[in-house]
């Protein structure tokens, strides 16, 4: 509890989010967006796998750094505290981070990411259609979506979902992988 009371007073000192307070020295300028533009539109062209999940890394690595120090070291934190299977407090770094910065999408993402793991469906959607409002073209979320839907039994909403990463990510095995399989289980039950 320490550890979060002191991370989240670095955090709101260092936060641009609050009237008054500047953007913190140790903050890195955001991603630009012409170069993530320029990314997705490589992914969205390039038919081979290996070169498509090449251009996908550095999209991740765009989204991964949410231009403040603060919120990367949250971000840390939680990822170390899911690793350990500390959910409780995992969820509440990254509600921090939500908090904090609410139009970084992968701070949102990355919550909904817990939830999946918890099996916390309902708020795990609910973070995944934040992280979509904020960046459309997630792939990582819309992934999740379609995951959880599947599970859920909303295979024709999953497979939607599943036809949108394929749309922004067309060389993704596990996004092609998973629409044969549902329009195979969806014609299956139409015979």
């Keep these: 509890m320490r550890l979060i009371a002191l991370l989240l007073a670095a955090a709101v000192i260092a936060s641009p989010a609050l009237p008054g307070h500047a953007q913190p020295a140790d903050a890195e300028a955001p991603p ?8 997705f539109d490589d992914l969205r062209h390039q038919p081979r796998p290996a070169a498509a999940n090449r251009i996908a890394r ?5 989204w991964t750094d949410s231009g403040s120090a603060t919120i ?3 971000m840390e934190r939680a990822n170390k505290a899911m690793q350990d299977k500390k959910h409780p407090l995992a969820e509440d770094l990254l509600t921090q981070v939500t908090v904090l910065a609410p139009d970084y999408a992968e701070g949102w993402n990355r919550r909904a990411t817990l939830y999946f793991v918890m099996s916390d469906y309902g708020r795990s959607i609910s ?6 409002q904020i960046e459309p073209r997630h792939f990582g979320a819309l992934s999740g979506l379609g995951v959880i839907l599947a599970r859920t039994g909303a295979e024709r909403k999953a497979l939607e979902a599943w036809y949108k990463v394929l749309e ?7 996004a092609q992988k998973a629409v ?5 289980k969806l014609a299956g039950r139409a015979s």
């Excluded at 630009?32 to 990314?39: E, F, S």
């Excluded at 044969?180 to 195979?184: A, I, K, M, N, S």
């Design 127 to 132: 973070d995944i259609e934040r992280t979509l």
């Design 58 to 62: 550095q999209i991740w690595a765009h």
């Design 32 to 39: 630009q967006p012409a170069a993530l533009d320029q990314l």
């Design 168 to 174: 922004i990510y067309p060389a993704n095995r596990d």
């Design 72 to 74: 990367n070291l949250l």
């Design 180 to 184: 044969v399989d549902l329009e195979e």
